[in-house]
């Protein structure tokens, strides 16, 4: 059916009911197809040559326009913070507020920064912002058939906009829901435009008044791609939801946290840094038979 999911870095629950997803998917067709995706370590990549790659928010915090008083700051607000987002042992209740205290100092610091709204397009061509490799493969096939992608992330929306351009896949069928930045006339950095969206607050609260699902009504089968218990509850909007195939990137703390990734998502890819996998199911769903 789909070689890819052969591949060391796959691990699967209930085979039978995915394969079963997967058919239906397929049978289902193209138009009524939707995919909806986490950005940061799940379409980048989340390692490279045994380094950390940067989310969208390191992207920033790290470059040249920060003060180093801006960067000490940030990167402790990370070390605080990550292992708390990650924390197996948390419940999501504990999690949020954290992650609301997280966000906020971290976009009151970059606010103090005076960041130009000009100089963002060099700021992501000298990170090392990478997307997974197949990057290509995947937002092409979605493209040419139509598909809409809709990308929900937390991380910072002008940033990782600036990445897909730069990467010349930010087609018409891809939408994006994060945390824009907000300028003054001058183009200075002034302030996040609401409302905030954080890992665990990804849901129909923060897309309220967007329409973006409603408009989607047809669209009844899902793939949704995540790399944190966040990201689970992405498709919450979506009305009539007939099939939806849940693909969970395990990148982190992957021995702690395989079980809880195994009981939610129905693929899971461990250290997986392509979209290999990804590209195969779309391949299959999207040929016609
Ligand atoms: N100041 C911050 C805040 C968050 N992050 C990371 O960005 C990721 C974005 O969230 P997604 O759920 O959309 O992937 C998140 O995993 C945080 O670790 C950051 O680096 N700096």
Redesign the pocket.
């Known amino acids: 059916m789909v070689p890819e999911l052969q591949k060391a870095t796959v691990r699967i629950r209930q085979p039978e009911r995915v394969r079963g997803i997967i058919q239906a998917l397929r049978e289902q067709g193209v138009a009524k197809l939707q995919v909806i995706s986490?950005?940061?370590?799940?379409l980048s990549r989340f390692g490279c040559n045994g380094r950390r790659c940067?989310?969208?928010?390191?992207i920033l915090?790290t470059s040249r326009v920060i003060s180093e008083d801006g960067k000490k700051k940030?990167k402790d607000?990370?070390h605080y913070?990550?292992p708390i987002?990650?924390d197996p042992n948390r419940t999501l209740e504990e999690k949020r507020p954290l992650?609301v205290e997280?966000?906020t100092?971290?976009?009151e610091l970059l606010v103090q920064q005076k960041i130009h709204k000009s100089d963002i397009a060099q700021i992501v061509r000298e990170s090392e912002a990478m997307l997974r490799d197949g990057f290509k493969e995947f937002f092409d096939q979605l493209h040419k058939n139509n598909v809409p992608l809709f990308i929900?992330?937390?991380?910072v929306g002008d940033i990782l906009e600036e990445i897909i351009r730069q990467a010349n896949v930010f087609y018409s069928n891809v939408n994006v829901v994060?945390n824009y930045m907000g300028f003054n006339d001058g183009g200075v950095l002034t302030h996040f435009k609401g409302p905030l969206?954080?890992?665990y607050n990804?849901n129909n609260t923060v897309l309220q008044g967007t329409g973006y699902f409603q408009q989607l009504s047809t669209r009844t089968s899902i793939i949704l791609l995540?790399?944190?218990m966040?990201?689970l509850t992405m498709a919450d909007g979506v009305p009539n939801v007939e099939n939806i195939l849940k693909i969970g990137f395990l990148n982190d703390k992957v021995e702690e946290r395989r079980r809880k990734y195994l009981d939610s998502y129905d693929i899971v890819l461990e250290s997986d840094e392509t979209l290999d996998v990804v590209n195969g199911i779309l391949r299959y769903i999207l040929t016609q038979t």
């Not at 986490?38 to 799940?42: A, G, K, L, N, P």
């Open positions: 986490d950005f940061d370590m799940t940067p989310t969208s928010h390191n915090d940030l607000l990370l913070y990550y987002e990650i992650m997280w966000w100092k971290a976009h929900f992330s937390a991380g994060s969206i954080h890992t990804k995540g790399d944190s966040g990201d």
